[in-house]
């Protein structure tokens, strides 16, 4: 190899740039990151005091199987057919730079998660992206003829940004007569109208992946979990993931959270009922155009006015997301569903603006 080849690579990395955090704005209202606000502080502090059974001197040697263990309880799949990973971003990952190459087309919607999107950028795997239609939805049919030419099928559905969720039988049939890899990322899922969690039983191609992200409100604790077959789940877990992939702190925590799922479910109950008032909300302006969504945010185009309406909104502290163009779509800006008080004040500055 030629001397300091290491630089070109450097250059390579730098040149792709990477995932795009959004910026960090102090004390905002904020709304940019599909995290969940409205779950009860008294939730954190409960599952943080599970800290108390932690030796963190200690390897967490069993800690992976117990954590395992509670996800099998709580989705009612077998603990052989359950991984876990640093957020559901590391068991993407993994999947994708184990199981895919140059030579691998990766057949996708476009837009699709973003961060997915960079991996394959990064690990050179082309993707065949189906764009959305102009009201933000996909054609089955589209995809049902071009999962011929792919080997692997990613979704995440509902789908972030436009928060659509394909109706299930028809996820069900492409799944069905796809004959290689499918992912379908289910980050969402609690938010949407259904999960396909159990067809991983009879489909074997199938890997669904999950977390504790959104739902539980618990980004930052990072923990993800697929369900897939037996058999690639003891090569992902055995051979592919870390020894210890997730801390002690994040195994004790999620098996607290994940014991207390009923607030989870009231926490998701609330978040369809601001869901519902803010696109209702957001539709009575002409300026916009509002998607319907079945994710914890909600997709909007404000055309040309986007810019400007970002920046209202950043200058009073409420933050969200900017996206920009989506298709035909110039102006798309993202709203993450937060408390009842959040979003009130999101809709009151939207109002001062536009009213
Ligand atoms: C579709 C989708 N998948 C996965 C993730 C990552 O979740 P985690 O926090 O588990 O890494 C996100 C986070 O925004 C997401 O939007």
Same mark, same amino acid.
């Not at 990064?122 to 102009?134: H, R, T």
């Given at each position: 190899m030629k001397k300091n080849w290491h630089e070109d690579k450097i250059k390579k990395f730098n040149s792709i740039g990477g995932y795009r955090k959004p910026e960090p704005v102090k004390d905002s209202v904020?709304?940019?990151?599909?995290?969940?606000? +409205?779950?009860?502080?008294?939730?954190?502090?409960?599952?943080? /005091?599970?800290?108390?059974? /932690?030796?963190?001197?200690?390897?967490?040697?069993?800690? +992976?199987?117990?954590?395992?263990?509670?996800?099998?309880?709580?989705?009612? +799949?077998?603990?052989?057919?359950?991984?876990?990973?640093?957020?559901?971003?590391?068991?993407?990952?993994?999947?994708?730079?184990?199981?895919?190459?140059?030579?691998?087309?990766?057949?996708?919607?476009?837009?699709?998660?973003? #961060? #997915?999107?960079?991996?394959c950028k990064l690990y050179g795997i082309p993707l065949i992206a189906i764009p959305f239609s102009d009201d933000m939805k996909l054609d089955i049919e589209n995809f049902l003829k071009q999962s011929k030419n792919a080997d692997i099928l990613y979704l995440d559905s509902p789908n972030n940004p436009t928060g659509f969720q394909f109706k299930k039988d028809q996820l069900q049939r492409l799944i069905k007569s796809f004959d290689g890899l499918v992912i379908i990322d289910e980050a969402y899922g609690e938010f949407g109208e259904y999960s396909l969690l159990n067809m991983v039983k009879s489909q074997n191609n199938l890997v669904v992946v999950k977390t504790l992200s959104k739902s539980f409100g618990l980004a930052g604790l990072r923990l993800g979990y697929f369900i897939a077959n037996r058999k690639f789940t003891d090569a992902f877990m055995n051979v592919l993931q870390y020894p210890y992939p997730v801390s002690t702190i994040t195994i004790e925590s999620g098996i607290q959270a994940l014991e207390k799922s009923k607030t989870m479910k009231d926490t998701v109950d609330n978040i369809r009922i601001e869901r519902k008032r803010i696109v209702e909300t957001l539709q009575k302006y002409d300026a916009f155009e509002v998607f319907d969504s079945r994710a914890n945010f909600v997709l909007f185009d404000a055309h040309g006015a986007y810019k400007r309406v970002y920046s209202a909104l950043a200058e009073q502290g409420i933050s969200i997301r900017k996206l920009g163009k989506i298709g035909n779509h110039d102006g798309c800006l993202r709203v993450t569903i937060g408390t009842k008080e959040m979003n009130s004040k999101f809709l009151l500055a939207i109002r001062d603006l536009l009213g």
């Amino acid at each position: 190899m030629k001397k300091n080849w290491h630089e070109d690579k450097i250059k390579k990395f730098n040149s792709i740039g990477g995932y795009r955090k959004p910026e960090p704005v102090k004390d905002s209202v904020k709304l940019d990151s599909n995290e969940n606000y +409205v779950i009860p502080k008294q939730f954190q502090n409960d599952i943080l /005091s599970s800290k108390k059974n /932690s030796d963190i001197r200690e390897y967490p040697l069993g800690g +992976v199987e117990r954590l395992i263990d509670t996800i099998s309880k709580f989705t009612k +799949v077998p603990s052989s057919m359950i991984g876990v990973g640093n957020g559901s971003d590391q068991i993407l990952d993994l999947i994708l730079s184990n199981f895919a190459s140059r030579q691998t087309r990766v057949l996708t919607s476009n837009p699709t998660f973003g #961060f #997915f999107e960079e991996r394959c950028k990064l690990y050179g795997i082309p993707l065949i992206a189906i764009p959305f239609s102009d009201d933000m939805k996909l054609d089955i049919e589209n995809f049902l003829k071009q999962s011929k030419n792919a080997d692997i099928l990613y979704l995440d559905s509902p789908n972030n940004p436009t928060g659509f969720q394909f109706k299930k039988d028809q996820l069900q049939r492409l799944i069905k007569s796809f004959d290689g890899l499918v992912i379908i990322d289910e980050a969402y899922g609690e938010f949407g109208e259904y999960s396909l969690l159990n067809m991983v039983k009879s489909q074997n191609n199938l890997v669904v992946v999950k977390t504790l992200s959104k739902s539980f409100g618990l980004a930052g604790l990072r923990l993800g979990y697929f369900i897939a077959n037996r058999k690639f789940t003891d090569a992902f877990m055995n051979v592919l993931q870390y020894p210890y992939p997730v801390s002690t702190i994040t195994i004790e925590s999620g098996i607290q959270a994940l014991e207390k799922s009923k607030t989870m479910k009231d926490t998701v109950d609330n978040i369809r009922i601001e869901r519902k008032r803010i696109v209702e909300t957001l539709q009575k302006y002409d300026a916009f155009e509002v998607f319907d969504s079945r994710a914890n945010f909600v997709l909007f185009d404000a055309h040309g006015a986007y810019k400007r309406v970002y920046s209202a909104l950043a200058e009073q502290g409420i933050s969200i997301r900017k996206l920009g163009k989506i298709g035909n779509h110039d102006g798309c800006l993202r709203v993450t569903i937060g408390t009842k008080e959040m979003n009130s004040k999101f809709l009151l500055a939207i109002r001062d603006l536009l009213g």
